[in-house]
């Protein structure tokens, strides 16, 4: 495993839409790369109170949701993240969030949606559609 200092984290939101990056204020936080297991990651970090809710809407449905963060240094480039939120502890200064997820390559993504609509384009729907995405993903 290794362990890194989390400097910043941003969850992905859509307002009206369109994406955007809702910026959480980090008193402290860890990111740790589990490496014996294929890419996944955990993050805890220390918000503060007024911050919670942001979190526990998506651990009380259990729903994966997308982060950017920037980890070690302020000057590093944000990595992306698909993660659940685990766990979450009321402290006497704050609040402790756990996350639990896997990096999320941009590059990966930008194919997949390119895939995507490729297939929308020529018409593919339903059963077909997922059926036909997997076997363009995955070859």
């Not at 070690?72 to 698909?82: E, I, Q, R, S, V």
Request: with cysteine.
């Amino acid at each position: 495993m290794k362990t890194f200092k989390l400097i910043d984290l941003a969850i992905e939101e859509r307002v009206d839409g369109t994406e955007t990056h809702k910026e959480i204020h980090i008193d402290q936080g860890l990111v740790i790369n589990q490496e014996e297991s294929d890419n996944h990651w955990l993050l805890e970090c220390v918000i503060s109170n007024d911050q919670r809710d942001t979190f526990e809407k998506y651990l009380d449905k259990n729903e994966e949701f997308n982060i950017w963060v920037t980890i070690t240094k302020k000057t590093n480039h944000p990595a992306h993240l698909l993660v659940t939120a685990k766990n979450i502890i009321t402290l006497d200064k704050g609040v402790s969030i756990l996350l639990d997820g896997r990096m999320v390559s941009n590059r990966f993504k930008q194919e997949s949606e390119g895939i995507l609509e490729e297939l929308l384009e020529e018409g593919y729907t339903g059963q077909e559609l997922l059926e036909n995405f997997r076997k363009n993903l995955y070859s």
